[in-house]
């Protein structure tokens, strides 16, 4: 495996009013950096902070060839950081870690080794230094989830330090809060995964950017997460199936009233199974329906957009 040796290392970092952390932070990564011997960018991305982080930043990267300042307008959130830092990176493996201590960039040797064999190396925060019942407790169950729901089994999808190799990365396209979700959306192009256990520190220096009301976000995010996994390319199969069922057995107790009225003579005016049946047939039309507007849209978005519906590893073939 001596070929990936000379392959260059980004690491992205989003920055979100953390002046207090980066100097440290920087000096901790060069540290580890230059001891690796090998090509390297630090790419930060200033997410909008008002503490003065982008001044410390730039003033770093005047000094220091490998680092790259991203300045955005405005707070735009720690998923669009990553994505911009993805866009800029030039790297063949490209690592993620927060920029407030909390990741340790001695950890970092450790997810080059064995990105070495795998597309995608998540981190796990084993001994979390967070609190318990807004933090800790919270994100297992949502890993729980996670994995269950997305068939990628990790310890720990909220940790920002992964690696990734970048054939994976630049075939994610990432929206919303959607960065957690990078190792299932990645191992759905094809990408193997695996995680190892990292250092984990408390905060030093700032506060956290977010408390427990982000638990109901990852959640919505992993139901779109999940729908566009399974059935982005075929709407109709989520919804047809569902409204077939629903409506057929609509129409059998619409078929069994008819009997009962024309045949026996019954009167079934004031039957519920009437309001079931009409609830049932409306409801089935609805979701065959909202299953064919689905296989419009998809069509007109990978149509328009260019958006792939299979991702190649790899092609052989003779060069005439
Ligand atoms: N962050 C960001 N934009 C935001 C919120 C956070 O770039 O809108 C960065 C933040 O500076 C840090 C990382 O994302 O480097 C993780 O944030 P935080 O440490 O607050 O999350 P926690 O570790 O508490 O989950
Ligand atoms: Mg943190």
Redesign the pocket.
């Known amino acids: 495996m001596g070929d990936h040796l000379e392959e260059k290392v980004s690491i992205v970092?989003?920055?979100?009013?953390?002046v207090e952390?980066i100097p440290h932070l920087y000096a901790a990564l060069k540290d580890v950096m230059e001891g690796l011997e090998r090509e390297y960018e630090l790419i930060f991305?200033?997410?909008?902070?008002k503490d003065g982080s982008f001044k410390v930043l730039s003033d770093i990267q005047a000094q220091d060839k490998n680092v790259i300042v991203i300045g955005f307008r405005r707070?735009?959130?720690?998923t669009?950081?990553?994505a911009a830092g993805f866009d800029h990176a030039e790297g063949d493996i490209i690592i993620t870690?927060?920029?407030?201590l909390?990741n340790d960039p001695g950890d970092i040797p450790k997810l080059l080794e064995v990105s070495k064999e795998y597309d995608v190396v998540s981190g796990w925060r084993k001994d979390r230094k967070?609190k318990f019942f807004s933090?800790r407790l919270p994100s297992m169950a949502a890993n729980w989830l996670i994995s269950k729901v997305t068939g990628v089994h990790l310890h720990d999808y909220?940790c920002?330090l992964k690696a990734y190799r970048r054939e994976v990365i630049k075939n994610v396209q990432l929206y919303g809060e959607m960065h957690r979700f990078i190792p299932a959306i990645a191992n759905w192009v094809g990408a193997s995964t695996t995680e190892v256990v990292i250092t984990h520190h408390p905060?030093r220096y700032?506060?956290?950017?977010?408390g427990i009301s982000?638990t109901i976000r990852v959640v919505l995010d992993l139901i779109t997460v999940k729908f566009l996994q399974s059935f982005s390319t075929r709407p109709i199969h989520a919804f047809g199936p569902a409204g077939l069922l629903l409506g057929g057995i609509g129409i059998l107790i619409a078929l069994l009233l008819s009997f009962e009225k024309i045949i026996m003579g019954y009167d079934i005016g004031g039957r519920p199974l009437l309001l079931l049946a009409v609830l049932l047939i409306i409801l089935g039309v609805q979701l065959v329906i909202m299953g064919l507007l689905g296989e419009m849209l998809a069509r007109v978005y990978h149509e328009s957009q260019d958006k792939p519906i299979y991702f190649i590893r790899e092609v052989l073939k003779d060069e005439e």
Do not use: L
């Open positions: 970092i989003p920055v979100y009013n953390e952390s991305v200033d997410d909008g902070s707070n735009f959130g720690q669009a950081a990553m870690m927060d920029a407030d909390q967070d933090r909220g920002t905060r700032g506060t956290s950017k977010y982000r």
